[in-house]
């Protein structure tokens, strides 16, 4: 059983930053895609970043390209989201999720793939 906890959320004002983790446990990290998703009220989780099992292979949504950056250490079991020049659009619960049956280069934007997640991070974005 994989546990997965995110931590690093608070309140920003708009264009400052913020670096999540997502600590793991309980299973092979390393053999994992990663991924990192975000649900506002009223609206569906949607797909932040994702990084295959090495780090070799990213990919992240449109709305956040060029400001997030997601990362992981193997070693550590950890996951991060350095977060970039944030947008009050960016306000949302922020989730880490773990894929554990991709292959090595893999990586996933569809939520329904991931087999655990964490409880969530609030992250909040003032103007």
């Known amino acids: 059983q994989v546990q997965l906890v995110e931590s690093g959320g608070g309140l920003v004002q708009a264009g400052g930053s913020l670096r999540l983790s997502c600590a793991a446990s309980g299973g092979t990290f390393s053999g994992y895609t990663m991924g990192w998703f975000r649900q506002a009220p009223g609206k569906e989780r949607e797909f932040i970043a994702t990084?295959?099992?090495?780090?070799?292979?990213?990919n992240y949504a449109a709305s956040v390209q060029g400001r997030f950056t997601i990362s992981r250490d193997n070693a550590k079991s950890t996951l991060h989201l350095q977060m970039n020049s944030l947008k009050p659009e960016d306000t949302a619960v922020y989730y880490c999720?773990?894929?554990?049956?991709?292959?090595?280069?893999?990586?996933?934007?569809?939520?329904?793939?991931?087999?655990?997640w964490g409880q969530g991070t609030q992250v909040t974005v003032f103007s």
């Open positions: 999720a773990a894929d554990t049956r991709s292959g090595a280069y893999y990586t996933e934007t569809r939520p329904y793939e991931y087999d655990y």
């Open positions: 990084v295959s099992r090495n780090g070799g292979v990213i």
